[in-house]
């Protein structure tokens, strides 16, 4: 389902009547948040992906970061997975169910977390995922509806998986440059949020299937701000343009561009390439964080001592301009 159908839909859904439901579904968040007591609240999310390598334990990985993800794009802590998988026994066997699930069992554990048991089910095709639960204190989780006027935006991770995976299937790109992309996919952001958490973090979220344009549009609409983006900032990852400008793309862009064209202006010329990247579908993307202006500089030397080596400051919030949600500069 596109950004735009998925948008109408919970749209028409009945609003949380609960108040311990801190984080519902009603900003596009990457996860819920439930109070639990004063002092503790769960945050709760599902996610599930198709295989974007044929290896099974590198895609094993690859699903429990993107999964994980969004508990620390929430500022939260993972404690308990359960397996989400559809998996077509007849055709693949058993040591390839295997091999998934001991990527996401390392990635599970890296990630402090433990895995408590799931489902599977029969399918056509290898699906995997993870239901994570995990806690965070109820008044510090970070959601992506507080980015307010004058905040800088910090990005962790380069853009462009989504194209590279599908070159690759045509065998264009090089395999130094997938290598690079799949070692980015399967870093977690563990690190970068406990880096976060030491500053004033006013709203964050993940950059996944929406891609880096859907999810700041999601930032913006939820602030009700304007997200001034810097493009030649933003992290790229290397031979992602090239394919574009091959005329490689991936299936979800053009529902990815539904969502935002209508709000994004242009103070810039972008080649239909560089127009491409904004939309690209990623999976286990970084992190896209809104803090005070006067905290951004010591944040990003922060995630680069960390071994956040991307972090980059890529725009700044500033007050609603009527209907533009996103002016690329």
């Given at each position: 389902m596109s950004p735009v159908g998925l948008a109408k839909l919970l749209s028409r859904l009945p609003s949380k009547n609960d108040p311990n439901l801190l984080v519902g579904f009603e900003t596009s968040d990457d996860a819920a948040v439930y109070r639990l007591d004063d002092e503790r609240a769960l945050v709760l999310t599902a996610d599930i992906i198709t295989p974007p390598v044929d290896d099974p334990v590198l895609f094993g990985q690859i699903a429990a970061a993107n999964a994980l993800s969004d508990v620390f794009a929430m500022g939260g802590k993972p404690l308990a997975c359960l397996n989400l998988i559809g998996f077509p026994s007849r055709d693949l066997g058993a040591d390839v169910l295997a091999g998934i699930v001991e990527g996401a069992l390392e990635k599970i554990t890296e990630a402090g977390a433990v895995l408590a048991g799931g489902h599977t089910t029969d399918d056509e095709e290898p699906k995997f995922g993870l239901s994570v639960t995990g806690i965070v204190h109820p008044e510090r989780y970070w959601g992506n509806a507080g980015a307010q006027p004058g905040d800088v935006l910090i990005m962790t991770k380069p853009i462009g998986s989504g194209v590279l995976f599908n070159a690759n299937l045509n065998k264009l790109v090089s395999a130094e440059a997938m290598d690079t992309c799949i070692e980015t996919l399967t870093t977690l952001n563990k690190t970068a949020a406990e880096v976060f958490a030491r500053f004033d973090v006013?709203?964050?979220?993940?950059?996944?299937?929406?891609?880096?344009?859907?999810?700041?549009?999601?930032?913006?609409?939820?602030?009700?701000?304007?997200?001034?983006?810097?493009?030649?900032?933003?992290?790229?990852?290397?031979?992602?343009?090239?394919?574009?400008?091959?005329?490689?793309?991936?299936?979800?862009?053009?529902?990815?561009?539904?969502?935002?064209?209508?709000?994004?202006?242009?103070?810039?010329?972008?080649s239909l390439a560089e127009q491409e990247i904004l939309v690209d579908p990623q999976t286990s993307g970084g992190l896209l964080v809104a803090l005070p202006a006067s905290e951004g500089e010591a944040a990003i030397a922060a995630l680069k001592a960390a071994g956040v080596s991307a972090a980059c400051q890529v725009g700044v919030v500033e007050p609603r301009d009527a209907d533009t949600a996103l002016a690329i500069r």
């Open positions: 006013h709203s964050a979220t993940d950059v996944t299937g929406f891609g880096f344009g859907g999810h700041a549009f999601e930032m913006a609409e939820g602030s009700k701000a304007t997200l001034a983006i810097d493009f030649g900032s933003i992290p790229i990852m290397a031979e992602a343009l090239d394919m574009y400008q091959k005329g490689v793309t991936t299936g979800v862009n053009a529902a990815n561009h539904e969502q935002i064209d209508a709000s994004i202006r242009f103070d810039r010329d972008l």
